[in-house]
């Protein structure tokens, strides 16, 4: 039976094994990414089998607490017997919802998992099969080098944003389109590199890892040590490539190139991507000091995976130590019967204060995960103390996590040393972290330093993230700081510029869109002209005219939504009537509605001109706005409209002719 005292045994028991797991690869830190990699995959099931092998092993070992047995003397009198009981009202605790959370956040993971699995059929039911010589030549040449006997089979899909490999019985690969365009180096690096993860095993280990966060979804040590697999999972592939033969600054130039044509798109979980742009680079300067590797010798191995076992049944066999007896001396008025007494559990304010103890701990890991733990628990006691290692803590990955922990902790206190990282650390994603931090507080008294930075700072990766921050916290006063984000030569930062200045809603922002609705990029004009929309100015009316007739879709769509919420429009511009008859149906119905919301008499024929479309949603959509329309045109409209095949516009022509007439 679930319950909640099962959830933080199981809790701590997970945290215990991985914490040892971390002290296991701080010792090993220097070797291979596969003996690596190996520690934390047999962590991590552990971490899954802990619960079942605490209860299979014949021994234990007495440590963890248990409640004392009060020893109660009664020297009162009996209580005189209640004849009509007053029944007490049941209470529902958070410890009865805690098993029913858990439960809910395990099954969404696990879903999303299987979801997984058949969006990865899906893509490969789509994909089109690479069984030309011009591949199979090369995968064939690659598979000699790196030793795979079984061929996988290798797929082409527009759906993938980069290479990943799924299929731990029968391998496949996925390669993006833009595969087509590859020379024979870069296909015979990107193959050997998934060819390396199918040589080891690691689509297996990672849908491993994927359960155990599922299990242990409120645990940030487990998420933590499921992100330290992948990372070292991919550098241990990296170091066989590499070791195979490739060249370390070639096969990095590969994949630089690779990740930056690359969409930002989320991948199926059942997939091991070739890249994740989280963790890319510490992995590129990995390639350009790796002097390559083969796999670990056995003897190697199976010394790792002793020592990763035996952090493992140590904390399995933990039992609770005998109770000890309280003094015999106790009122029984303030003590609970021992059959109805809960068994003790660490508080969140217990957990913190206890990792906070090994923020000093000399090893990188441990800190690491300490901070990452803090974050996860957002008990704000931890502020301080983060922020001390933010300032002094001379590892950089430690520091991104202090900074990122504070955001998710979003305590104003943290905003002045979050702001000195910002300005002054060396470390591009510490100074990227501050900022995603400093979005996630939403205090306008980060606005100067966010708007320093910007104007200073060069990596275009921290001035995202600053452009961003500055739309999270929404203060009027920083929209001038964004006006020169939209003349930026870089398009992702004048579609970010253009989307904060829409969630601001400056009216002075306006005259600065207008220009971006003319922009080369696509995505920059959308952009734009969602913002214009947000902002509801009728100054922006020409512009979003305009882009009625643009070549995008997308930017249409946006540009008719973004008409209808204008206020107090009288006239119908004729762009927005010739929209009407748009190729896209989205568009059209879009068009209808914005020419509903505009008092102009001029709309009413155009609308009456829609109830013959063929598209049923544009006859519906035409009828409702001239529902709202007195005027006698618009009663002869709804009147032929009854004599629509559609019973739904037949239903509400017939609604509003009967408000007509009352």
């Known amino acids: 039976m679930i319950t909640i005292e099962w959830l933080a045994e199981i809790g701590l028991r997970a945290a215990g094994v991985l914490l040892l797991t971390a002290l296991l690869v701080r010792t090993v830190s220097r070797g291979s990414a596969s003996l690596r990699h190996l520690a934390w995959a047999i962590a991590l099931c552990g971490v899954i089998a802990v619960p079942l092998l605490a209860r299979v092993i014949p021994f234990r070992l007495p440590v963890l607490p248990q409640a004392p047995i009060a020893v109660v003397r009664d020297d009162s009198p009996p209580a005189p017997v209640e004849t009509t009981p007053t029944p007490q009202p049941k209470r529902l605790s958070w410890a009865s919802l805690l098993p029913v959370i858990w439960l809910v956040g395990a099954s969404a993971l696990l879903l999303r998992l299987l979801a997984g699995f058949w969006s990865l059929a899906a893509i490969t039911r789509r994909a089109r099969s690479l069984d030309n010589t011009d591949w199979t030549d090369v995968l064939d040449r690659t598979r000699a080098w790196m030793d795979v006997r079984e061929r996988p089979t290798l797929l082409m899909s527009p759906n993938v944003a980069m290479p990943c490999t799924s299929g731990f019985r029968r391998p496949v690969i996925v390669l993006p389109d833009s595969a087509f365009e590859w020379d024979d180096d870069r296909r015979e690096m990107v193959l050997m590199h998934e060819l390396a993860h199918i040589r080891r095993g690691d689509i297996l280990w990672h849908l491993i890892a994927q359960v155990a966060v599922a299990i242990h979804w409120f645990n940030p040590l487990v998420w933590a040590a499921a992100r330290r697999l992948r990372a070292d999972a991919e550098r241990a592939a990296d170091d066989l490539v590499v070791g195979a033969g490739a060249t370390p600054s070639d096969y990095a130039a590969h994949l630089l190139d690779i990740v930056r044509g690359s969409p930002a798109r989320r991948e199926p979980a059942s997939v091991v991507p070739f890249a994740q742009r989280s963790e890319f680079e510490g992995r590129l300067l990995a390639i350009l000091e790796s002097k390559g590797a083969t796999m670990p010798s056995r003897r190697a191995s199976l010394l790792t995976a002793a020592l990763a076992i035996a952090a493992v049944v140590p904390i399995a066999a933990l039992s609770a130590a005998r109770p000890a007896p309280m003094l015999d001396a106790v009122d029984e008025a303030a003590v609970m019967p021992a059959q109805r007494r809960p068994a003790p559990t660490a508080s969140a304010r217990e957990s913190a204060t206890l990792l906070m103890a090994t923020l000093s701990d000399p090893v990188r890991e441990v800190r690491l995960a300490a901070v990452e733990a803090l974050g996860g628990l957002k008990d704000t006691v931890a502020v301080r103390a983060l922020i001390e290692i933010l300032k002094k ?90 006006f020169p984000v939209l003349k930026d030569s870089d398009p992702e930062m004048r579609r970010l510029g253009a989307e904060a200045l829409g969630s601001i809603e400056n009216l002075n922002s306006v005259d600065e869109l207008m220009p971006l609705v003319r922009d080369d990029v696509a995505e920059v004009r959308r952009a734009a002209v969602e913002a214009l929309g947000s902002l509801e100015d009728k100054r922006a009316l020409p512009a979003l005219t305009r882009a009625l007739g643009d070549s995008d879709v997308e930017v249409r769509r946006a540009a008719v939504q973004a008409i209808g919420d204008l206020d107090e429009l009288h006239q119908a511009p004729a762009e927005l009537i010739r929209a009407l008859r748009d190729a896209d149906p989205e568009v059209r119905q879009n068009a209808v509605h914005a020419l509903g919301n505009i008092d102009d008499p001029a709309r009413v024929a155009p609308l009456a001109a829609l109830l013959k479309d063929p598209d049923v949603e544009i006859r519906r959509a035409a009828v409702e706005a001239l529902e709202d329309i007195e005027d006698a045109n618009a009663t002869r409209a709804l009147r032929e409209a009854l004599r629509d095949e559609d019973p739904e516009v037949r239903r509400i022509a017939a609604k509003a002719l009967g408000n007509r007439s009352r």
């Open 393 to 482: 803590d001379t590892e950089a990955m430690v520091r991104r996590a202090a900074a990122w922990s504070l955001g998710e902790l979003d305590d104003p206190r943290a905003i002045p040393a979050l702001s000195d990282a910002l300005r002054g650390d060396a470390d591009v994603e510490v100074r990227r972290n501050a900022a995603h931090a400093l979005g996630e507080i939403e205090d306008a008294r980060a606005v100067p330093a966010l708007s320093e930075a910007l104007r200073r700072d060069r990596d275009i990766t921290v001035r995202k993230a600053i452009v961003q921050a500055l739309s999270d916290i929404e203060d009027p006063a920083s929209a001038s700081v964004l």
